[in-house]
């Protein structure tokens, strides 16, 4: 067993039934973690494989880390790299040393970012608010992204004002859904009409005034026809799936309809509108058996939080642009939703139907989601209730999750506390970096823990994620890093098991969501503020 300021971590992590003992008593003064140790917790309990110098051109010195930052994009023609920058916010490492936190700063090098004087064994590295817990002597903070590398987004953000111009639509019914991609530049999206614009049956449109809005809130890019830009527009049209066995009907949105607009240009400028012209096509249509046996769903509910309710069902398909080989990139629009009703719970025995117009090339990805939820009082007088959210994943190719009946693959991670107390307990928490620990699920190898800290926006009277620190699947610690807590505040955290074998937390942090398998589980405290 090993032994570090924040994380206890054992050969095999199901064998004890709560957050395992670190073996340092208490000093009282909410540093029980105790000085660190010089050692990194490795998947089997055994040395850091990163203890030595590293064998593939790292920084050769056991005290240094190499951080790089490369981008990768993905396009029709391949994958092109280009360098990050690491100078506008540079990353930054933290070493607990039994009372604090250390700060080393990083010195550019021509290899990326280099940190002198880092201990051997685990550290922090906070890269733009996000941390991750690491103990590699080398470290690629890169992303992947959509679209050629020197496409321009404008700065009017996710918002476009559009002027639509569709003929041979699939017959217009309440619940149909228009979206735009495009192939070339990272862009997706769904299109809002007023309901009134569009007549029951039409099979035309011809409407100034639509607006378009980004599925991430990305900003709006500048097509080119010099660089062969395109934009698919797609239609997505309510379908039956029969009914439930009490009866109750079951139905679904597919894509039906779609065309692939030819090259043009247009520069977004927040005034003036995108002239949408198409003539839609039937889209090549695929059947497929589904069975999700959803009550096997619902006892997850109070493991999330000991008073939460299963509350709704999603699955999923959504294209892979250029292909599945490093995971699903990022969205390209949506093949079908299907949403079952939460209560009572039943399994799910259906074919569906969808249509696929992207090339021959791309995957189909399906994630099937049970979320639940539990309604929290929030501390400040105000009588309001809030919704805290959790929930189960199964993420993967279409063809993995229909081999078989869609059943849980994670549970989520058992017996959560903040500084020893359980986090479903609502209360003050008084110190500054408090310490998190979980035991690990019944159901599942965690790959990779994420802890989510979220801040109640009064104004707002919601919940904002605002800090997120990721560990390797074999630590159950971690003690939050300085400065994540603000004074006077409000916050949740949820602490998620990461089930997904190809993502390498240690080496390049931030490729979570790409990862194929993903499947995922979240436990979630109640409120807590701080002084």
Same mark, same amino acid.
């Given at each position: 067993?090993?032994?570090?300021?924040?994380?206890?971590?054992?050969?095999?992590?199901?064998?004890?039934?709560?957050?395992?003992?670190?073996?340092?008593?208490?000093?009282?003064?909410?540093?029980?973690?105790?000085?660190?140790?010089?050692?990194?917790?490795?998947?089997?309990?055994?040395?850091?494989?990163?203890?030595?110098?590293?064998? @593939?051109?790292?920084?050769? =010195?056991?005290?240094?880390?190499?951080?790089?930052?490369?981008?990768?994009?993905?396009?029709?023609?391949?994958?092109?790299?280009?360098?990050?920058?690491?100078?506008?916010?540079?990353?930054?490492?933290?070493?607990?040393?039994?009372?604090?936190?250390?700060?080393?700063?990083?010195?550019?090098?021509?290899?990326?970012?280099?940190?002198?004087?880092?201990?051997?064994?685990?550290?922090?590295?906070?890269?733009?608010?996000?941390?991750?817990?690491?103990?590699?002597?080398?470290?690629?903070?890169?992303?992947?992204?959509?679209?050629?590398?020197?496409?321009?987004?404008?700065?009017?953000?996710?918002?476009?004002?559009?002027?639509?111009?569709?003929?041979?639509?699939?017959?217009?019914?309440?619940?149909?859904?228009?979206?735009?991609?495009?192939?070339?530049?990272?862009?997706?999206?769904?299109?809002?009409?007023?309901?009134?614009?569009?007549?029951?049956?039409?099979?035309?449109?011809?409407?100034?005034?639509?607006?378009?809005?980004?599925?991430?809130?990305?900003?709006?890019?500048?097509?080119?026809?010099?660089?062969? @830009?395109?934009?698919?527009?797609?239609?997505?049209?309510?379908? =039956?799936?029969?009914?439930?066995?009490?009866?109750?009907?079951?139905?679904?949105?597919?894509?039906?309809?779609?065309?692939?607009?030819?090259?043009?240009?247009?520069?977004?400028?927040?005034?003036?509108?995108?002239?949408?012209?198409?003539?839609?096509?039937?889209?090549?249509?695929?059947?497929?058996?589904?069975?999700?046996?959803?009550?096997?769903?619902?006892?997850?509910?109070?493991?999330?939080?000991?008073?939460?309710?299963?509350?709704?069902?999603?699955?999923?398909?959504?294209?892979?642009?250029?292909?599945?080989?490093?995971?699903?990139?990022?969205?390209?629009?949506?093949?079908?939703?299907?949403?079952?009703?939460?209560?009572?719970?039943? @399994?799910?025995?259906?074919?569906?139907?969808?249509?696929?117009?992207?090339?021959?090339?791309?995957?189909?990805?399906?994630?099937?989601?049970?979320?639940?939820?539990?309604?929290?009082?929030?501390?400040?007088?105000?009588?309001?209730?809030?919704?805290?959210?959790?929930?189960?994943?199964?993420?993967?190719?279409?063809?993995?999750?229909?081999?078989?009946?869609?059943?849980?693959?994670?549970?989520?991670?058992?017996?959560?506390?903040?500084?020893?107390?359980?986090?479903?307990?609502?209360?003050?928490?008084?110190?500054?970096?408090?310490?998190?620990?979980?035991?690990?699920?019944?159901?599942?190898?965690?790959?990779?823990?994420?802890?989510?800290?979220?801040?109640?926006?009064?104004?707002?009277?919601?919940?904002?994620?605002?800090?997120?620190? @990721?560990?390797?699947?074999?630590?159950?610690?971690?003690?939050?890093?300085?400065?994540?807590?603000?004074?006077?505040?409000?916050?949740?955290?949820?602490?998620?098991?990461?089930?997904?074998?190809?993502?390498?937390?240690?080496?390049?942090?931030?490729?979570?969501?790409?990862?194929?398998?993903?499947?995922?589980?979240?436990?979630?405290?109640?409120?807590?503020?701080?002084?």
């Amino acid at each position: 067993m090993c032994v570090v300021c924040w994380v206890g971590c054992s050969p095999d992590p199901r064998e004890s039934e709560g957050p395992p003992a670190v073996g340092v008593e208490s000093p009282g003064d909410g540093t029980w973690m105790g000085a660190p140790v010089a050692e990194g917790c490795a998947p089997d309990g055994g040395p850091s494989p990163d203890a030595g110098p590293p064998p @593939d051109g790292g920084p050769g =010195s056991e005290d240094s880390v190499l951080v790089t930052n490369t981008t990768r994009f993905h396009t029709a023609v391949g994958i092109a790299e280009r360098p990050g920058d690491l100078s506008t916010n540079p990353p930054e490492i933290l070493v607990f040393d039994g009372a604090r936190f250390l700060v080393i700063q990083g010195t550019p090098s021509p290899e990326g970012l280099r940190f002198k004087g880092v201990p051997p064994g685990p550290y922090y590295l906070s890269v733009g608010g996000r941390y991750v817990v690491t103990d590699a002597r080398q470290v690629e903070v890169g992303t992947n992204r959509l679209g050629r590398p020197d496409a321009v987004y404008a700065e009017v953000g996710g918002i476009q004002a559009l002027n639509l111009n569709l003929s041979n639509l699939e017959p217009w019914r309440r619940g149909t859904v228009l979206e735009l991609a495009s192939a070339q530049v990272d862009m997706s999206g769904d299109v809002y009409i007023p309901s009134e614009a569009v007549p029951e049956g039409a099979i035309s449109l011809n409407f100034d005034g639509a607006s378009y809005s980004s599925y991430t809130g990305s900003r709006f890019p500048l097509f080119e026809s010099e660089y062969r @830009d395109r934009l698919y527009v797609n239609q997505l049209s309510p379908s =039956s799936a029969g009914a439930l066995p009490d009866g109750r009907p079951l139905t679904y949105t597919a894509l039906t309809r779609s065309v692939e607009v030819g090259t043009f240009d247009f520069l977004p400028d927040g005034v003036s509108p995108l002239p949408v012209t198409a003539r839609l096509q039937p889209a090549k249509a695929r059947e497929f058996p589904l069975e999700w046996r959803l009550p096997q769903f619902t006892p997850f509910a109070t493991q999330a939080h000991p008073r939460a309710e299963h509350s709704a069902n999603t699955f999923s398909l959504l294209p892979a642009a250029h292909g599945v080989s490093e995971g699903w990139i990022g969205y390209s629009g949506t093949l079908l939703t299907l949403r079952p009703p939460a209560a009572p719970m039943a @399994d799910v025995t259906t074919r569906l139907r969808f249509g696929n117009p992207f090339p021959s090339n791309w995957g189909v990805v399906a994630i099937a989601s049970a979320s639940y939820r539990v309604m929290e009082p929030v501390p400040d007088g105000s009588g309001r209730l809030l919704r805290l959210t959790a929930s189960n994943v199964v993420n993967d190719r279409l063809d993995n999750v229909i081999a078989g009946p869609v059943v849980p693959r994670v549970s989520p991670p058992r017996s959560l506390t903040i500084d020893g107390v359980p986090a479903s307990t609502p209360r003050v928490v008084g110190t500054a970096s408090p310490v998190i620990a979980w035991a690990p699920p019944t159901l599942g190898t965690p790959s990779v823990y994420r802890v989510r800290l979220g801040r109640y926006d009064r104004d707002a009277g919601l919940v904002l994620n605002v800090r997120f620190v @990721d560990v390797p699947g074999s630590i159950t610690q971690v003690r939050l890093p300085p400065d994540m807590l603000l004074p006077g505040s409000i916050y949740y955290l949820a602490v998620t098991a990461l089930d997904a074998p190809g993502f390498d937390v240690r080496r390049r942090p931030f490729k979570t969501n790409e990862m194929l398998p993903y499947h995922s589980a979240d436990a979630i405290s109640s409120l807590f503020t701080t002084p």
